[in-house]
């Protein structure tokens, strides 16, 4: 997701028209005549950046001053913009959303008496990453495929996009369990299967290169449920829950080697544990006419839930159940664009 940045409309009134490019013959040197700073930096991809500094000297105002680029993986500067002081010697320069898409490399002139050169500021621009899955759930064994796109489009092709699952057993927090490469229209592909049962928080992560600096996905859950017992099933109301809020935890018990007979008025209790703590009965109740049985609870942790028969010995896949915290806000701003972040704490089941 595209992070914006708002430049403050007095220093849009001052962007000046752009010119027509052209190569650069002075080397980006400076003195100390003219200084050169940018906001903000590092970017995401396609925000817009302010370029402003001073030309010092006792005739600064009025003065015409010349922005030169060299965009990665380009050898030569060429004039972007030019802009003339204020009374002061204050210049700004505004690149628009949209138009700073990758890495890049600036530095202004004056090209007066004494032709000034600021210093060459490095601008690090940032990959935008999406991700999307096939299904938010699946069964262990069954694949999912992960899709998404690199922008900007184009000279990525061929790069390495990894999927990574959060992990608390490492210091990074993420590991790489799947990878795949962005294809001529800079989208990527990326399928894993699952061999175990639950709830994963995954994202895809490109690493950077020349043109662009390192990118990850927003984060998204997958649920993966044990393959399914066919003549005692269990299934849930919700795979994930608010804190707080109820679940229906329910299945039919069928005879044994059929999907079709029922096994009305048999004892079934529903055991339950946090993940990685041990099961425990939680309840019990009996199954109705068509086999078929129901719970209602109200976990308020993530929870696995299994359904188990005396009478027939019968056991279901295990079933796992996400409970979302209450949601808090931190008063964090971005890029000064006002946005606030809103924090989800735990994450989805997998049953």
């Not at 708002?6 to 009134?13: E, F, G, K, N, T």
């Not at 906001?39 to 010349?66: D, T």
């Not at 069954?142 to 899709?147: G, K, R, S, V």
């Not at 701003?333 to 006002?338: I, V």
């Amino acid at each position: 997701m595209s992070l914006r940045v708002i430049v403050p409309a007095s220093l849009i009134a001052a962007l000046a028209m752009a010119l027509a490019p052209a190569l650069v013959s002075a080397a980006p040197r400076h003195n100390n005549g003219l200084t050169i700073n940018t906001m903000p930096n590092p970017i995401l991809s396609g925000e817009g950046v302010l370029i402003y500094g001073q030309l010092k000297g006792p005739h600064a105002g009025g003065e015409k001053i010349v922005l030169h680029q060299r965009i990665n993986p380009a050898l030569a500067f060429t004039v972007a913009q030019s802009t003339t002081t204020n009374a002061t010697g204050f210049y700004e320069f505004v690149r628009g959303e949209g138009v700073v898409l990758t890495n890049r490399s600036w530095f202004a002139s004056a090209p007066g008496p004494g032709d000034v050169h600021s210093r060459t500021v490095h601008e690090h621009v940032a990959a935008a990453l999406s991700l999307q899955a096939s299904s938010e759930s699946a069964e262990t064994n069954h694949p999912l495929t992960f899709t998404g796109q690199l922008a900007p489009a184009g000279g990525h092709a061929g790069e390495p996009v990894r999927l990574q699952e959060r992990s608390d057993e490492i210091a990074a927090g993420w590991r790489a369990i799947a990878r795949g490469v962005v294809e001529p229209g800079s989208d990527y592909s990326i399928t894993h299967d699952f061999r175990r049962p639950g709830g994963f928080e995954l994202q895809t992560v490109f690493g950077g290169d020349a043109r662009n600096t390192r990118a990850q996905s927003d984060p998204l859950t997958v649920v993966i449920s044990q393959t399914e017992h066919p003549e005692f099933t269990i299934n849930t109301s919700a795979p994930t829950i608010d804190v707080g809020s109820p679940v229906t935890i329910s299945g039919v018990l069928d005879q044994p080697g059929s999907s079709t007979i029922p096994l009305p008025a048999k004892r079934v209790s529903l055991w339950g544990h946090e993940v990685g703590g041990p099961y425990a009965p939680i309840a019990s109740t009996t199954t109705a006419a068509d086999g078929s049985y129901s719970f209602i609870e109200m976990p308020s942790h993530n929870e696995v839930y299994q359904v188990r028969s005396s009478a027939t010995a019968g056991v279901t896949a295990q079933l796992f159940e996400g409970v979302a915290d209450a949601v808090t806000i931190s008063p964090q701003l971005d890029h000064f664009d006002g946005r606030v972040n809103g924090d989800v704490h735990g994450y989805g089941l997998a049953g």
